[in-house]
């Protein structure tokens, strides 16, 4: 029989996966949107970005909330602000009503990581990293769900407002679920919000690490959510690629548990960036087959960025508490909000450059996209040197040697 933080945890899961249909589906929609309401590259990344800027602004307040009330209300949110988004988006007359209702998607899928994070931890004290890893399969989980109902949708003729609709059915039955479930009435104590706020904002180390995040968010998201227009002419179906990769990551999650403790999570951090760059750059000369080859190497990297960082926080500084999760995940969004635009106008400055030059539209638009991913591979190089001074000036922690939060107390 299930317990009730078995459910409590399921529910967080198809929380997380609704989030992550987001942005598959978003991807695999893309060249619709910008062909129904004659949008730009630029346009198109604005309303990218709302979804990005929706959720850190979700985060923060969650995290600042969370002490006072609790996860129940935040994931309640989250689903009704799913809802709202998503049919405004089914509904949407302009370029001006998509930006409100990717908005309200951000905001819930905000929600859902202000929420859910700081439970999971909760309730895997003893191993945070692994089970946010394991709670953040259901991440590349739900993209591959989402690229796959989205590639055969397309492929059917179904219109992306019915791709949108997919998704109105689990947001309800998360949110629904959420209601009926019983929470405990304090999860921390001694614990406030000023506390949190204080450790997060004297502590270089978790200011480094926010920087950090900044740049993993953006390797990860920035390349997945332009996936369709970068590598639309490169040979190999955009949105089979994007399941390739977030399948993968999916799996790696699920068994994150053995690398992280031979290698720690700085190791892992490393590692990861060291691929990340590697795999862009093979990604940006890429065609046909080895656009595939590529994407495997690039699930590699970035498969372990976003819950590592988050649980090395949560186990090196736990006295951030759940705001500290908070403005990690707020940061990555922001960031990768900030450079949605900027990725559009590099396809679109780069596309100009290409015919310009003499190429035809398809011969273009690949030398735009592989132009871009060469700009996109300066995000993990800049993690290697910061991931690379982050493992040398802290070699030495107790982590590195497999200790676990438990091992620390009985020393």
């Given amino acids: 029989m299930r317990t009730n933080r078995e459910n409590i945890f399921t ?8 989030t992550a249909m987001t942005f598959a589906i978003r991807a695999g929609i893309l060249g619709d949107l910008g062909t129904e309401f004659e949008l730009t590259g630029r346009q198109l990344g604005n309303v990218n970005m709302m979804a990005f800027w929706g959720f850190p602004l979700a985060t923060i307040l969650g995290g600042l909330l969370y002490n006072s009330v609790g996860p129940k209300l935040i994931l309640m949110a989250a689903s009704v602000c799913h809802i709202i988004g998503l049919v405004v988006t089914v509904y949407a007359m302009d370029y001006y009503t998509l930006l409100i209702s990717t908005f309200f998607i951000g905001f819930a899928n905000g929600c859902v990581e202000a929420g859910a994070n700081p439970l999971v931890a909760f309730m895997h004290e003893s191993d945070k990293s692994t089970w946010l890893n394991r709670f953040h399969v259901w991440f590349p989980g739900g993209i591959v ?5 989205s590639f055969i949708m397309t492929n059917m003729g179904y219109s992306w407002q019915l791709q949108i609709m ?119 000369q ?103 001074l982050l493992y040398y000036f802290r070699k030495n922690d107790t982590y590195n040697r497999g200790f676990t939060i438990e091992d620390l107390k009985r020393r």
């Fill in 145 to 149: 769900i989402g690229a796959l109902i």
């Fill in 11 to 18: 529910a967080c899961c198809i929380a997380l996966t609704v």
């Fill in 286 to 388: 890429a065609t046909g087959f080895m656009v595939y080859v590529s994407a495997i190497l690039f699930a590699v990297g970035v498969m372990y960025f976003w819950p590592t960082m988050i649980g090395f926080v949560g186990e090196q500084i736990p006295k951030t508490g759940a705001i500290g999760m908070s403005i990690m995940g707020g940061a990555g969004m922001f960031a990768t909000g900030i450079w949605q635009p900027v990725i559009g106008s590099w396809l679109d400055d780069e596309k100009k450059v290409a015919l310009a030059s003499g190429l035809n539209n398809a011969e273009a638009n690949l030398q735009a996209g592989q132009a871009a991913l060469d700009n996109l591979a300066l995000f993990p190089l800049v993690l290697v040197i910061g991931f690379g």
């Fill in 166 to 284: 997919t998704m109105i059915l689990p947001a309800g039955w998360y949110g629904f679920f959420i209601l009926n479930a019983v929470f405990p009435d304090k999860l921390e104590k001694n614990v406030t919000t000023g506390g949190n706020l204080k450790a997060c904002f004297t502590s270089p180390l978790f200011l480094f690490m926010v920087l950090m995040m900044t740049f993993t968010a953006t390797t990860e998201l920035g390349t997945q959510q332009w996936i369709e227009k970068i590598l639309g002419n490169a040979g190999a179906h955009p949105m089979l690629v994007l399941a390739l990769i977030t399948g993968l990551m999916a799996v790696g999650r699920f068994y994150a548990r053995p690398i992280i403790r031979k290698y720690n999570p700085k190791g892992v951090l490393l590692g990861s960036a060291v691929v990340s760059t590697v795999a862009l750059l093979m990604m940006s």
